[in-house]
């Protein structure tokens, strides 16, 4: 009978925990990019964000991928626009205020994507 093996922890590089918490891994505390994150320590950070997550989040800077889906662009659209450094939550809401003509044709097209793929996925 073989006996079984303690269970590891799993854990995670801390750019890979920010990607998956939608935060810029340069922007958090030197402990968090310095350390290594376990599954339970996301699970804690999402179920409980310290003040610095908050913040982060609600202010920014947010990574490219957080940055598209506030606009309702692709990231691809953002870098055709020049859009490659990370956003602040207020440089973010003067673009949408601003509505230049390429973030318009941007939204446009990314509504016709999700139509196309909504049209397909219903086949």
């Known amino acids: ?13 801390p750019a890979t925990a920010a990607k998956k918490l939608g935060i810029l891994l340069s922007a958090t505390p030197a402990e968090f990019q310095e350390g290594v994150v376990s599954r339970s320590e996301l699970n804690a950070l999402q179920a409980s964000p310290p003040a610095w997550l908050t913040d982060l989040r609600r202010n920014g800077p947010h990574p490219k991928q957080v940055v598209a889906a506030k606009l309702g662009v692709s990231i691809s659209g953002l870098m055709r626009n020049g859009i490659t450094d990370p956003l602040t939550t207020a440089e973010i809401d ?29 086949r």
Do not use: F
Not at 1 to 13: D, F, G, R, V
Not at 96 to 122: D, F, G, I
């Open 1 to 13: 009978m073989t006996t079984p093996k303690p269970k590891t922890t799993q854990t995670m590089k």
């Open 94 to 122: 003067a673009l949408k205020a601003e509505n230049p003509a390429w973030l318009e044709q941007e939204r446009s097209t990314q509504a016709e994507v999700r139509k196309e793929a909504q049209r397909l996925k219903q």
